[in-house]
């Protein structure tokens, strides 16, 4: 809608007498509008504006309520990763959110068994190698037919192989590109078509801070995690305005990888990974899972291409 257009549906307002803001200026009739720097001309510029900002706010609301899925009681979320350490916290915030999660995992029945208990009955998880295309499909397909398109995707699946780049075969570098890059790709083209039909939704995926910042021993990874952010704005670009596409980016986040870390790492470099935190500390799955809930909600209706990055302050970018 042009401002002509605009301008248009102000002044064919029935609702607004605008001759009697207006003054007599000759026996003819009225002036369109009053005299610069005259009361008359005050009002008459505020009535105007008013109501233009009136239709704006209008037209801005039937917008909006066209691209909101109405409210469903059971809407459902897919998690990949999602039945341990920050994926199992993500699933159960979106439980706890009212959602019906699908928790996806690749080879941990133990976690998958466990988690399925702690999400309860409305719940499943499903095995499912999120690097193949196939496996995907199938798996997509199964959770459409079951319960409808989701409307939260979270792509947290991840793989690292660390080795010097001298070190790193074929197999590591497509093993973690193929579940990293390619397994939020193939995810995200599984799901964005029943996600559009339905009205739309939310997808977010797990990056890291690696992918912003090298580190050594670790072109696959890093390198994995830069491209994610990038598919996030493509995606976020293509997808809008019905699917709003962002990056979550966790920092040092306890979970049992993480203590892993810290306990190989050398000794004079752990008291570096701390006294490098503003906050002093490490973060929790919790706190990742506070993030998503406000990705994941209306709150963030207006924010998409973007990266959240809960690291208590250690990179500031």
């Known amino acids: 809608m042009t401002y002509v257009h605009l301008v248009a549906r102000v002044i064919d307002r029935k609702e607004i007498d605008w001759k009697k803001f207006l003054p007599q200026t000759s026996k003819e009739g009225y002036s369109p509008i009053g005299l610069p ?48 350490g920050i994926g199992l916290a993500l699933a159960k915030r979106l439980r706890k959110m009212g959602y019906r999660v699908v928790a996806l995992y690749g080879h941990d029945q133990k976690s998958a068994d466990v988690a399925s208990k702690e999400l309860g009955a409305e719940s499943t998880a499903i095995q499912v190698d999120v690097s ?40 590591d570098w497509r093993a973690v590109l193929d579940t990293n890059l390619s397994g939020p790709f193939y995810m995200a083209r599984s799901f964005a078509g029943p996600m559009l039909e339905a009205g739309g939704g939310s997808i977010i995926n797990i990056a890291a801070t690696t992918g912003i910042r090298p580190r050594f021993n670790g072109v696959n990874y890093c390198s994995s995690k830069a491209g994610l952010l990038h598919l996030t704005k493509c995606l976020a670009l293509e997808l809008a305005p019905k699917i709003r596409v962002n990056s979550l980016i966790p920092g040092m986040i306890d979970t049992e990888d993480m203590r ?24 929790t799955p919790e706190e990742m899972a506070d993030a998503l809930e406000f990705l994941a909600g209306d709150e963030s209706r207006y924010i998409t291409g973007q990266k959240l990055i809960v690291d208590g302050g250690q990179f500031m970018w």
Not at 40 to 46: I, K, N, Q, S, V
Not at 62 to 74: L, Q, R, S, T
């Open 37 to 84: 720097g005259t009361n008359t001309y005050a009002t008459t510029e505020a009535i105007f504006h008013a109501s233009l900002y009136d239709i704006l706010a209008s037209e801005s609301l039937i917008k909006m309520n066209e691209h909101v899925p109405d409210a469903d009681p059971m809407k459902t979320a897919v998690v990949t990763g999602g039945t341990k």
């Open 260 to 283: 892993m870390r810290v306990q190989n790492a050398p000794a004079e470099h752990r008291e570096s990974m701390f006294t490098s935190i503003p906050q002093e500390r490490i973060g």
């Open 132 to 171: 193949s295309p196939e496996e995907v499909s199938r798996v997509a397909n199964r959770i459409i037919n079951e319960y409808g398109a989701p409307r939260i995707l979270v792509n947290n699946a991840g793989r690292n192989i660390d080795k010097p780049l001298t070190e790193i075969s074929d197999s």
